[in-house]
């Protein structure tokens, strides 16, 4: 009797075993009914055809304002600084930005025009005297005709008449000398007051109290007339133009560097202070050609790509990039009439894979 109960049991527990596995087994495949199977889509991407049209590319960059009348001003005498014009002070030309300590030269003037005072009378008493000798020999002579005066009394007359004749010319020279002496130190009396040649903004070098030395630049003024720009670029910017409030300027090259930056010119009819910065547009190509979107360029292995859409799929060919601005590239070696890819460089990385391609 407990053997049938067992066999019981154990067909019992089968059955509810095999029940529940087909249970399992139908819910699976309800579940994977409901499923779709994904679809493999086609990336649309944006596509281009390049064509020779008039081409101007342009780079931002910073230019400074400056001026051929630009100065600086240095003292032509050593002198102490009395006065300085502070910075950034305006001035119209003529007015005064350094006065030099004069004292020096004043009481030279004085020195010396009390030696030609002197001199001065000097000479004209010995002008009296060759003038009453000059009379005496004239006696004499008339006396010696009669033997009036010895011979030798004639020939001390003439010594004498010639010493004081030399005696006039040294004073002469002397009064000469000191007059020029009078004149080079009036000149430089003159520079002791530095005016400003310009207008403009003053910018000091120095301060009150200093010693000016000659060569020695006090201050500089910034003129806001005859005025250029001072564009800086790397050297392998191949530029020829800025352009300036909408107007096409020509750059001039300085044949000078700064801090490895080639630098130019461009004159321009404006008047600016100087030592501004102001943006422009530096033209890295103008004339005709095939300007592509940087996204239609893949810079991969050290070379530029473009990548042609043929049939559904991708592939890249090397281009030479002749210049480039922020409007895009101008190349060469492009295949005339195939669709190019414009796309970020991800996506142009993603379409080399294989995957399929559909253009717009």
Do not use: C
Request: net charge positive; proline share 2%; glycine share 6%.
């Amino acid at each position: 009797m407990k053997k049938w109960f067992t066999y019981l049991v154990v067909i019992v527990l089968v059955a509810l075993v095999v029940v529940g596995g087909m249970k399992i087994i139908k819910s699976k495949q309800n579940s994977d009914a409901k499923n779709v199977k994904a679809k493999s889509y086609e990336m649309v991407v944006k596509t281009i055809e390049a064509k020779s049209s008039n081409v101007v590319l342009t780079l931002p960059f910073l230019a400074i304002t400056k001026s051929n009348d630009d100065v600086k001003i240095s003292s032509k005498v050593p002198s102490r600084i009395k006065y300085i014009l502070k910075s950034g002070k305006r001035v119209k030309k003529g007015d005064i930005l350094v006065k030099l300590d004069d004292e020096d030269f004043k009481t030279k003037l004085k020195a010396i025009n009390l030696n030609v005072r002197s001199l001065k009378s000097q000479l004209n008493s010995k002008k009296i005297a060759l003038k009453n000798l000059y009379k005496t020999h004239k006696r004499s002579k008339e006396l010696l005709s009669v033997k009036g005066v010895s011979k030798e009394q004639i020939d001390k007359e003439v010594t004498n008449i010639e010493a004081l004749k030399a005696g006039i010319k040294s004073i002469e020279y002397k009064i000469e000398e000191l007059i020029s002496n009078k004149k080079s130190i009036n000149n430089m009396l003159s520079y002791t007051t530095i005016k400003a040649p310009v207008s403009g903004i003053v910018t000091s070098m120095a301060n009150v109290g200093d010693v000016a030395m000659p060569g020695r630049p006090l201050v500089s003024v910034s003129s806001d007339t005859n005025g250029y720009l001072l564009v800086r670029l790397p050297s392998d910017i191949k530029a020829s133009a800025i352009i300036y409030k909408d107007k096409k300027v020509a750059l001039q090259p300085l044949n000078t560097t700064f801090n490895g930056l080639l630098e130019y010119f461009a004159n321009i009819d404006e008047s600016l202070a100087s030592n501004q910065r102001v943006e422009v547009s530096v033209v890295t190509y103008d004339g005709v050609g095939h300007m592509l979107p940087l996204d239609a360029i893949l810079d991969r292995d050290g070379t530029s790509n473009v990548l042609y859409l043929k049939g559904n799929k991708a592939y890249a060919e090397k281009i030479e990039v002749i210049a480039q601005g922020e409007e895009g590239v101008v190349v060469d070696g492009i295949n005339k009439g195939q669709k190019i890819i414009v796309a970020k460089p991800d996506i142009l990385l993603k379409l080399l894979s294989g995957i399929s391609v559909k253009g717009l």
